[in-house]
Every structure is written in structure tokens, then in C-alpha cells.
């Protein structure tokens, strides 16, 4: 006859992970000095309580609503000539990392002899380099060396962008049908010959709605980046907060959220046009 | 026609980024004229010889422990209380508070991180523990939101089992839910530990902790020497971070 057995076969390996997890984060909690308690420790609750308590109404004065739609427009800005200025750094680096154009692979079978390999790796490191440095600290250094404001933001949305965007591109080149292109190569056409009529036709859809993409993270960065100094919606946000305002605050996020939203569906719409 | 609106939109691009230059009042020329640049370059010089010295070093050792515990504990306080609110967005417990719940998840997503710990240094705080609840409230609106998702996708039928064969519902979903789950939870909460390492990096330039505050303070005495350091060093837990991730994903995860 079989009896009900309540024993759970896997709970001893389950408790041992669990134990070494808790070991291994116990110093964590020391160098995080995590404390949960502030959130609801009295002063600091009320604190906040205040300041949470006058986000409504946010602040809607004319004068406010002029300087925000002007923080608006600058954020749009920064994202839009900070593409600029990526693509035209990105467009030829990429040409000169991707292997796609590689004299040497066309008549090789698609692998590139070693000496291209090694011409491409500095471009490659520079790109990685770029991109690696998070935005925000690109932003840091550029305020220290062109002074607060916008422009500050537009190089630092070029420098990491074009990282990203010549990475990308490089890798789609080097995604699609190799063959037009060596076809063209072997056949003597130049390099730019050979990309323009054997790869930009396959790939660019996949350019088109990546690069738009980016535009879109671009938006949600220069915001950020606002918060060093580097101008738009985040700088705004930045002072108002220094100063308390929180009903400017709460105008501000909200600002921020249709922005977002809105770029949003403008990619869209234009990647389902374009693509 | 297709073209022409095609040509009109490439045309709109065009003229949004002519716009935009011109709004913000950039001129490049300028920016890179002969004066600017000798300015540029003294100063890119002065980020070439990193401060080396190990009192520096160890101090950089602090802040890099510094970010990861903090993104660690961020995202485990995240997935505990991703979870509980996934439960309830995934429509466990009736519509009112399914769309409670998700309202919840989708305001607490749409604050980036930066914003949060600026609100948190008001609240806790300047240091570590303020990145800490940052993270961990962003990631609780990104977690819970996938947890949602997943929650909902998968298969109702071993927990219907459970308590058809008379278990109660708590055990139904430890033993007939959540091994089905797990996977997919485990490698949602890595990808996001992945993010906040890399954003605990910088949370500190609003008083946060971590090395993004040495950065701040560092650049801020204009001690570049000891910038460059900390620069190298996000660099080396960037790439360090990604490398792992990379090599994780190709050993464990199977496509």
C-alpha cells in the first residue's frame, strides 16, 4: 500500500544555495549599508511626505510652462544633433571594422588574411572604448572642459553613440549575404562600389530601424545627463529638486513621461514608413 | 507617392537636425578652432598619467565592492518585491487590484534610476544605501512588470493538480508554479543585475555612493589623476561585467 510521504527530495540542495547566497551578500549589506529603516524612520518620513504631498498640483504658472517647453525643445535638440554628430563618426568607422569589404575575404573564402585582422583591431578597440565609458561620464568630463549647457550633452550623445552605432553597424554589414558583394569585389569594383550596390541594399532596413532606436534611447540619456549638467529636462529637474519644488518636479517627470511616450510612437511611425 | 512621402519625411529629418543645431546655438567651427582645441588637448594630457599610488588603489577597491554590493542588493530587494507585485499584476488576486498593481509596476518603471537616487539622497540621504533603494525600486517596476509576463504565460495545470488533490494554494504555486518559473525568473534577474552593476557605476554623480562618487569628487578638486583611475576602473568592471555575462550565457543558456 503507499503512504503519503511529505518529504520534499530537493529541499537540502534548495536550503544550501540559499545559505552561501546569504554568506556571500551578508558583506554586502555592510558596504551598501543598506537600511531599509530610513524609508520609514519618522523625521525622514516626513520629510518626504512633504515633498511628496505638494506634487499635486504640479506646477503650471506661465512663466514655469515657458521655461519647461524650452527645456523640451533643448532635450529634443541634444538628442537630434548628438545623432548627427554620431553618424558621421560611426558611418566610417564602421566601414573600416567591418569585415564585409575585405579585399582579402573575397578570395579567401570570407576569412580575412591575418594582416587585415590586425589593421581592423585598433578601430575595433577605439569603438569599444567609446562606447564603454558610460554616457554620463563622457557628460561629467565634457561640462569640466566646454562649460555647463547643452553642448556638453551633444558631444557626450556623439562620442558614446557613435561607439554603439559603428559596433552595430559593422555587425550587420557582416550579417547579411556576403556573395554580391564579393562577386562585385573579385570582379574589380572599389570598396565603396561594392558596399553601396552589394550590401546597403540587404541592410538597409536594419540600419534605418536601429539608428532610429538609438534616437529614441538618445532622448531618455540627454534627460539624464541634464542631472551633471549638460542642460535640457534633467538640469531643470536637477535645480527644482535642489530647491524643493516639488510640484515643478512632478511637472517636470510628467514632461519627461510624454516625451518618452511620444518619441516612442514617432519611432514607430517612422520605421513603418522608412523600413 | 510613396516616394514623395518617403522624400518629405528625409527631408523633416534634415531639417529637424538643422533646426537643432542651430536652436542650441553650436557652432562647430568654433568648438574646434585652434584656442579650444589647445584647450582640449591640455586638458585630455592631463588625464594620462592615472594616480597608481595603492592608498588610491585601495580606495578604488572600496568604491568598486562599494557598487557591486549595492547593485546586488538592489536587485535581490528588487526581485522579492518584483514578485510580490507580479502576483497580483498577473491577476491572481481579481481586476482591481490587477490594474492597482500594474499601475504601480509602469510609474515606478517610467522614473529612470538617476532620478530615483536623486530623490533618495533627499530622503536617506547622501551614500550607499541611497543607490541602493534607487535600484531597487526602478528594477522593482522592470522585474515585476517580466514577472507579470511570465506568471501569465506559464501553464496553469500542474498547480490546478495540486489542488484538486487537496493542496492549498501557497503549495500549489511553490511546488506546481514556480519550478516551471524559476528558469526564466533566474536569468531575468541576472540580465537586470548586468544593467544596475553598470548604473550603479554612475548613480553616484547625484551623491549615491559607489565610484561614481569618488569620480565626482575627484573631477570636482580637479585631481584628474585620481579621475583617470576611477575612469579605468568603471572601465575594467564594465568590460569585466560583460565578458562574464557573454561567457555565462554561451555555457548555461541553451537557445
Known amino acids: 500500500m503507499l503512504t503519503r510521504d511529505s518529504r520534499d527530495p530537493a529541499a537540502r540542495p534548495r536550503l544550501l544555495l540559499s545559505l552561501l547566497a546569504i554568506a556571500l551578500l551578508w558583506p554586502g549589506i555592510h558596504f551598501s549599508e543598506l537600511d531599509l529603516g530610513v524609508l520609514l524612520a519618522g523625521d525622514s518620513q516626513s520629510e518626504i511626505g512633504h515633498f511628496v504631498s505638494a506634487f499635486w498640483p504640479p506646477a503650471h504658472g506661465e512663466e514655469f510652462i515657458q521655461l519647461l517647453v524650452q527645456a523640451t525643445l533643448q532635450t529634443l535638440a541634444i538628442a537630434t544633433a548628438g545623432m548627427a554628430l554620431a553618424l558621421l563618426l560611426a558611418v566610417p568607422a564602421s566601414l573600416l571594422a567591418s569585415r564585409a569589404l575585405s579585399l582579402s575575404a573575397a578570395s579567401r573564402a570570407g576569412r580575412p588574411s591575418p594582416w587585415g585582422q590586425l589593421l581592423r583591431w585598433p578601430v575595433r578597440g577605439v569603438l569599444i572604448f567609446l562606447r564603454s565609458v558610460p554616457e554620463i561620464v563622457w557628460a561629467l568630463l565634457f561640462v569640466r572642459a566646454v562649460g555647463l549647457g547643452p553642448t556638453a550633452g551633444v558631444l557626450a550623445i556623439a562620442i558614446t553613440y557613435s561607439g554603439m552605432l559603428g559596433k552595430v553597424y559593422a555587425e550587420i554589414f557582416e550579417s547579411v549575404d556576403q556573395r554580391p558583394a564579393h562577386a562585385l569585389l573579385q570582379a574589380g569594383s572599389g570598396r565603396l562600389a561594392a558596399f553601396a550596390y552589394g550590401i546597403l541594399p540587404n541592410v538597409a532596413a536594419e540600419l534605418l530601424s536601429y539608428t532610429v532606436y538609438r534616437w529614441e534611447c538618445a532622448i531618455r540619456a540627454s534627460v539624464v545627463m541634464g542631472f551633471v549638467g549638460a542642460g535640457g529636462l534633467g538640469q531643470q529637474m536637477d535645480l527644482s529638486l535642489r530647491m524643493f519644488a516639488s510640484g515643478e518636479v512632478a511637472s517636470l517627470l510628467l514632461t519627461f513621461l510624454m516625451l518618452v511616450l511620444l518619441a516612442d510612437q514617432l519611432s514607430r511611425l517612422l520605421r513603418w514608413r522608412l523600413a | ?255
Open chain 2, 1 to 255: 507617392m510613396n516616394r514623395l512621402i518617403n522624400l518629405a519625411l528625409l527631408l523633416g529629418i534634415g531639417a529637424a537636425i538643422i533646426a537643432s543645431f542651430s536652436y542650441l546655438g553650436i557652432d562647430l567651427g568654433e568648438l574646434a578652432g585652434s584656442g579650444n582645441l589647445k584647450q582640449m588637448v591640455a586638458y585630455a594630457q592631463r588625464f594620462l598619467s592615472p594616480d597608481l599610488s595603492a592608498a588610491h588603489l585601495q580606495a578604488i577597491g572600496r568604491g568598486a565592492l562599494e557598487t557591486i554590493a549595492m547593485s546586488a542588493l538592489g536587485t535581490l530587494l528588487a526581485a522579492v518585491f518584483g514578485l510580490l507585485l507580479a502576483l497580483p499584476a498577473a491577476g491572481r488576486f481579481g481586476w482591481p487590484l490587477k490594474s492597482a498593481a500594474r499601475l504601480l509596476l509602469n510609474a515606478l518603471r517610467a522614473v529612470p534610476e538617476l532620478v530615483w537616487a536623486a530623490l533618495m539622497v533627499l530622503a536617506a540621504g547622501l551614500g550607499p544605501n541611497a543607490g541602493t533603494l534607487a535600484l531597487a525600486l526602478h528594477t522593482t517596476g522592470v522585474l515585476g512588470r517580466l514577472f507579470a509576463e511570465a506568471l501569465e504565460n506559464t501553464p496553469p495545470e500542474p498547480a490546478e493538480a495540486i489542488r484538486l488533490q487537496g493542496g492549498n494554494a501557497l503549495w500549489a504555486f511553490c511546488y506546481g508554479t514556480l519550478p516551471n518559473l524559476l528558469p526564466q525568473l533566474l536569468a531575468y534577474i541576472l540580465y537586470r543585475w548586468e544593467n544596475n552593476i553598470r548604473m550603479a557605476s554612475v548613480l553616484g554623480f547625484v551623491g549615491a555612493g559607489g565610484l561614481g562618487q569618488m569620480l565626482y569628487v575627484s573631477l570636482s578638486l580637479f585631481q584628474e589623476a585620481q579621475a583617470s583611475t576611477v575612469i579605468l576602473a568603471m572601465l575594467l568592471l564594465v568590460l569585466a561585467v560583460d565578458s562574464l555575462s557573454s561567457w555565462s550565457r554561451q555555457r548555461w543558456v541553451k537557445a
